[in-house]
């Protein structure tokens, strides 16, 4: 068995290790935005080092070396997303941050404007609502929702990956 | 040779996690569902390596990592997506009544604060936060848990609203 990665690979892993990194040097300047598009700016920069690097890395390139380094990071930007995507947009984390934030305890309704920092509920709901309208999922008229039929396609798609995960 | 190994561990995986799934529901198992894909994924990769060494004289450990490695990531991308998601719990429900039709307000006035609810107690049940009365206040494992979010997000530059950025 051999143990080292190819030379493609070991970029790969390096710049793995260095993504999130990557992330936190660009929260520090402005000009890259929101969390969302800071989070995409990082993975195209790390797509374009592992080119560089493929490219620069003296030897010949081998297409399972390329392959697998790009699985790699791959696997690493996924990962990452979904930490990074739990801190951003996470519901239960952030009900937890909200409260604490407080700091005293709170009924229901409180602690529901409180999430929303002087909002109601319905407000979360028209954002949620409005990720599934600008995604084409649903669609809107006379203030009732209807999917659309790739609404109905990804709804279908869900309850196959419930069920195929073991989730009811 | 090394990528098919890791694919046939990817296999293993794909019917070892929901198999933990179903037998931790229903033996009433005290592990949470990202600790069974875990465990599914370490032993998964575990008998993959095995594989590899017997079967394979010149086992690369790297290329089969690497698709393992990114076919258990979508998996779980996609697992933490139908798992959790708020957004995919509203187009659901929606799939699911007669007519795939709703009243906007009733999303908003009924699922979401359902969904709210729910939550709530899976904070409660994690020991992280405690009813007092008809109030509910951080334990002090939520507090803690709680510091460590906001640290990280600060570092990350993410906001603590938990809403979808729609400039981004």
Redesign the interface.
């Known amino acids: 068995?051999?143990?080292?990665?190819?030379p493609a690979?070991a970029a790969a892993i390096g710049l793995s290790i260095a993504f999130p990194l990557l992330?936190?040097c660009?929260?520090?300047i402005a000009a890259t935005?929101?969390?969302?598009?800071?989070f995409r700016l990082a993975c195209v920069s790390v797509v374009v080092f592992f080119a560089i690097a493929c490219i620069a890395l003296p030897g010949q390139r081998h297409v399972?070396d390329v392959?697998?380094?790009l699985?790699?990071l791959?696997?690493a930007m996924?990962?990452c997303?979904?930490l990074?995507s739990l801190?951003?947009?996470?519901?239960?984390?952030?009900?937890?941050?909200?409260?604490?934030?407080i700091g005293?305890?709170?009924?229901?309704d409180q602690?529901?404007a409180a999430?929303m920092?002087g909002g109601d509920?319905?407000t979360?709901?028209?954002?949620?609502?409005?990720?599934?309208i600008?995604s084409g999922?649903?669609v809107?008229a006379d203030?009732?929702?209807?999917?659309t039929a790739k609404?109905?396609a990804?709804?279908?798609l869900?309850?196959l990956?419930?069920l195929?995960?073991?989730?009811? | 040779m090394s990528f098919a190994v890791g694919l046939v561990a990817v296999i293993v995986f794909a019917l070892l996690a929901p198999a933990l799934q179903l037998m931790a529901r229903a033996r009433a198992w005290a592990l949470g569902p990202v600790i069974l894909l875990a465990i599914a994924a370490v032993v998964s990769h575990g008998l993959g390596v095995m594989l590899g060494i017997f079967a394979v004289p010149q086992f690369q450990y790297w290329n089969a990592a690497s698709i393992f490695g990114f076919c258990v990531m979508a998996y779980v991308f996609a697992f933490g997506a139908v798992y959790k998601s708020v957004s995919l719990d509203i187009l659901r429900g929606l799939v699911d009544r007669p007519g795939r039709r709703a009243p906007v307000l009733e999303i908003a006035e009924r699922q979401v604060p359902d969904l709210f609810r729910g939550r709530i107690g899976n904070l409660v049940d994690g020991g992280l936060v405690e009813p007092v009365d008809s109030h509910f206040r951080a334990t002090a494992a939520g507090r803690n848990m709680a510091g460590r979010i906001g640290r990280l997000r600060r570092a990350f530059g993410i906001g603590d609203t938990g809403l979808y950025d729609f400039s981004d």
Request: avoid cysteine; hydrophobic fraction near 50%.
């Open positions: 068995m051999n143990m080292l990665p190819g690979q992330l936190l660009y929260a520090r935005g929101g969390s969302g598009r800071r399972d392959l697998g380094g699985l790699l791959a696997t996924m990962f997303y979904i990074f801190l951003a947009w996470g519901f239960t984390v952030t009900l937890l941050t909200a409260l604490v934030k005293r305890p709170l009924t229901l602690w529901a999430y920092q509920l319905g979360f709901a028209h954002n949620r609502l409005k990720l599934l600008s999922l649903v809107t203030g009732r929702l209807a999917p609404g109905v990804v709804a279908q869900v309850k990956v419930r195929s995960t073991g989730l009811r």
